[in-house]
C-alpha cells in the first residue's frame, strides 16, 4: 500500500480509495503475469519434450540395432559399456520402453562376462565377442544410472535390484584411497600403483556428478561423497600448461596432480564431457567448477581442440556438433549466453558427437531452458 502517502491520507477517502483500487489492480495484473509465466513455461517444456522425442527418434534409427546394441560408427562399429549405459539414460528420458528394455538384454547377454557383475568394456562387432574384458567405470555408473532411471520410469522393480548390483560392484572395484581423498579407478585392471608406477591414474570424466545422488541411493555402504569431492579437488588442482586445463588421464599419486606418464598429455575426447556433467549436476559446487570450461576453444584459434596441455598446442579440431553444444551449454549456464539455433539443429553422424548433443540438449532443457 506503498500509495497510500500522507499528503493522500490528507485528501479524503476518494484518493484512499483510488489508491486501494490500484494496488488491488496491480496485484491482480500480477498474478495474470505469474500465471502466463507459468503457461508458457508448462509450454516451453512440452514443446521441448515433443523435441527430444523427435531426436531420440533419429538418435535411435541412426545408432541403435534391432537388438539394442549401441553402435559405436566412429570406431569400426564397436559396441561398449559407455555406449550401452548412455543409451540407457536416453531411452529412458524417451519414455521408450520398448528400446530401454532391448538395450539393457543386449547388454546383460553380451558384456555382462565378468565375475564381479560389472560389465566388460568393448564389444567386437566383427568377431561378435567381448575384445576386452576389463571394464570402464564411467560405462558400469552410466549402466547402473540408468538401470535406477528405468526402474522409477516403467515400475521395474527387477531394474532396481540389477542397479543396486552394480553399483555396489563399482563401491567395491572402483573407489581407492588416495593424498586427494576416495576416487575412482578408472577400470579393475591396469590403473592402480601396482599397475602404473605413478598410480593411481584417475579420468576425471569418469565422475559423472549427477549420477552420484542416485548411487548413494543404491549402495550407501560407500562413500560417494567423498568421491565426488575428491573429483571436485582434483579438478581444481587440474590446470596444466598455459591454457589450464585438465587431461584425460592423470596421476593422482601425489600432494600435485600431473598428466599421467603413460597416457597422451591431452584436453581430448575424454575431458570434453566433465562440464557436461559439470552443467547436469545442477549444484553451486559444479556450477562454479563450471565456469572456467565456459572459455574452451577461444585459446585455440577460437576452435575447439584436443589439446597438449603442456603446451596448449591443438592437436586436431574437435569439429562435431556436440562437442560445441557441451562448450556453448558452458557458456549459457555461466554467462546467460543463449545457444545459437543453428547449433541446436545441428546433428551428428557419428555416435560420440550424436551422444553428447542430446545429453546436452537435455541438461538444456532440464536445467537451462532460457538458454534456448
Same mark, same amino acid.
Given at each position: 500500500?506503498?500509495?497510500?502517502?500522507?499528503?493522500?491520507?490528507?485528501?479524503?477517502?476518494?484518493?484512499?480509495?483510488?489508491?486501494?483500487?490500484?494496488?488491488?489492480?496491480?496485484?491482480? &495484473?500480477?498474478?495474470?503475469?505469474?500465471?502466463?509465466?507459468?503457461?508458457?513455461?508448462?509450454?516451453?517444456? +512440452?514443446?521441448?519434450?515433443?523435441?527430444?522425442?523427435?531426436?531420440?527418434?533419429?538418435?535411435?534409427?541412426?545408432?541403435?540395432?534391432? /537388438?539394442?546394441?549401441?553402435?559405436?560408427?566412429?570406431?569400426?562399429?564397436?559396441?561398449?559399456?559407455?555406449?550401452?549405459?548412455?543409451?540407457?539414460?536416453?531411452?529412458?528420458?524417451?519414455?521408450?520402453? +520398448?528400446?530401454?528394455?532391448?538395450?539393457?538384454?543386449?547388454? +546383460?547377454?553380451?558384456?555382462?562376462?565378468?565375475? /564381479?557383475?560389472?560389465?566388460?568394456?568393448?564389444?567386437?562387432?566383427?568377431?561378435?565377442?567381448?575384445? /576386452?574384458?576389463?571394464?570402464? $567405470?564411467?560405462?558400469?555408473?552410466?549402466?547402473?544410472?540408468?538401470?535406477?532411471?528405468?526402474?522409477?520410469?516403467?515400475?521395474?522393480?527387477?531394474?532396481?535390484?540389477?542397479?543396486?548390483?552394480?553399483?555396489?560392484?563399482?563401491?567395491? !572395484?572402483?573407489?581407492?584411497?588416495? %593424498?586427494?581423498?576416495?576416487?575412482?579407478?578408472?577400470?579393475?585392471?591396469?590403473?592402480?600403483?601396482?599397475?602404473?608406477?605413478?598410480?593411481?591414474?584417475?579420468?576425471?570424466?569418469?565422475?559423472?556428478?549427477?549420477?552420484?545422488? $542416485?548411487?548413494?541411493?543404491?549402495?550407501?555402504?560407500?562413500?560417494?561423497?567423498?568421491?565426488?569431492?575428491?573429483?571436485?579437488?582434483?579438478?581444481?588442482?587440474?590446470?596444466?600448461? %598455459?591454457?589450464?586445463?585438465?587431461?584425460?588421464?592423470?596421476?593422482? !599419486?601425489?600432494?600435485?596432480?600431473? %598428466?599421467?606418464?603413460?597416457?597422451?598429455?591431452?584436453?581430448?575426447?575424454?575431458?570434453?564431457?566433465?562440464?557436461?556433467?559439470?552443467?547436469?549436476?545442477?549444484?553451486?559446487?559444479?556450477?562454479?567448477?563450471?565456469?572456467?570450461?565456459?572459455?574452451?576453444?577461444?585459446?585455440?584459434?577460437?576452435?575447439?581442440?584436443?589439446?597438449?596441455?603442456?603446451?596448449?598446442?591443438?592437436?586436431?579440431?574437435? +569439429?562435431?556438433?556436440?562437442?560445441?553444444?557441451?562448450?556453448?551449454?558452458?557458456?549459457?549456464?555461466?554467462?546467460?549466453?543463449?545457444?545459437?539455433?543453428?547449433?541446436?539443429?545441428?546433428?551428428?553422424?557419428?555416435?560420440?558427437?550424436? $551422444?553428447?548433443?542430446? &545429453?546436452?540438449?537435455?541438461?538444456?532443457?532440464?536445467?537451462?531452458?532460457?538458454?534456448?
Amino acid at each position: 500500500m506503498a500509495a497510500l502517502t500522507a499528503a493522500g491520507l490528507l485528501t479524503g477517502r476518494a484518493e484512499a480509495g483510488d489508491a486501494v483500487a490500484a494496488w488491488a489492480g496491480a496485484h491482480s &495484473l500480477k498474478a495474470a503475469s505469474d500465471a502466463e509465466r507459468l503457461e508458457t513455461h508448462a509450454i516451453i517444456s +512440452e514443446v521441448s519434450r515433443a523435441r527430444f522425442k523427435s531426436e531420440w527418434r533419429a538418435y535411435r534409427a541412426s545408432f541403435i540395432a534391432a /537388438d539394442g546394441r549401441v553402435i559405436d560408427n566412429g570406431n569400426g562399429g564397436v559396441s561398449h559399456s559407455e555406449g550401452q549405459g548412455y543409451g540407457l539414460i536416453l531411452a529412458a528420458l524417451a519414455d521408450d520402453r +520398448e528400446a530401454f528394455d532391448l538395450i539393457w538384454g543386449w547388454t +546383460e547377454k553380451r558384456l555382462r562376462v565378468r565375475a /564381479d557383475a560389472l560389465f566388460a568394456w568393448r564389444w567386437d562387432a566383427g568377431k561378435e565377442q567381448v575384445s /576386452d574384458k576389463n571394464n570402464a $567405470t564411467d560405462g558400469d555408473i552410466l549402466i547402473a544410472w540408468g538401470l535406477a532411471e528405468g526402474a522409477r520410469r516403467f515400475a521395474r522393480p527387477d531394474y532396481l535390484a540389477a542397479a543396486k548390483t552394480v553399483a555396489q560392484a563399482i563401491g567395491a !572395484a572402483a573407489i581407492q584411497v588416495s %593424498p586427494h581423498g576416495p576416487v575412482l579407478l578408472p577400470g579393475a585392471a591396469g590403473f592402480s600403483a601396482k599397475d602404473q608406477s605413478d598410480g593411481p591414474i584417475v579420468n576425471l570424466s569418469y565422475w559423472v556428478y549427477p549420477a552420484f545422488p $542416485t548411487l548413494k541411493e543404491l549402495a550407501p555402504e560407500y562413500d560417494w561423497d567423498g568421491v565426488r569431492a575428491s573429483g571436485l579437488k582434483l579438478l581444481n588442482d587440474s590446470r596444466f600448461g %598455459p591454457l589450464r586445463l585438465p587431461a584425460d588421464w592423470q596421476s593422482a !599419486a601425489g600432494a600435485a596432480t600431473a %598428466p599421467a606418464k603413460n597416457f597422451a598429455p591431452e584436453f581430448g575426447y575424454n575431458a570434453i564431457r566433465i562440464p557436461l556433467y559439470l552443467a547436469w549436476s545442477g549444484d553451486d559446487a559444479a556450477r562454479r567448477a563450471l565456469r572456467r570450461f565456459a572459455g574452451l576453444g577461444r585459446g585455440s584459434g577460437d576452435r575447439l581442440a584436443v589439446v597438449d596441455v603442456a603446451s596448449g598446442v591443438a592437436a586436431q579440431p574437435l +569439429e562435431g556438433a556436440g562437442y560445441q553444444l557441451i562448450v556453448a551449454l558452458a557458456r549459457c549456464a555461466t554467462f546467460g549466453q543463449p545457444v545459437e539455433g543453428d547449433l541446436l539443429r545441428a546433428r551428428d553422424a557419428l555416435y560420440y558427437p550424436a $551422444t553428447l548433443r542430446l &545429453l546436452s540438449l537435455t541438461v538444456i532443457q532440464q536445467r537451462f531452458p532460457q538458454c534456448l
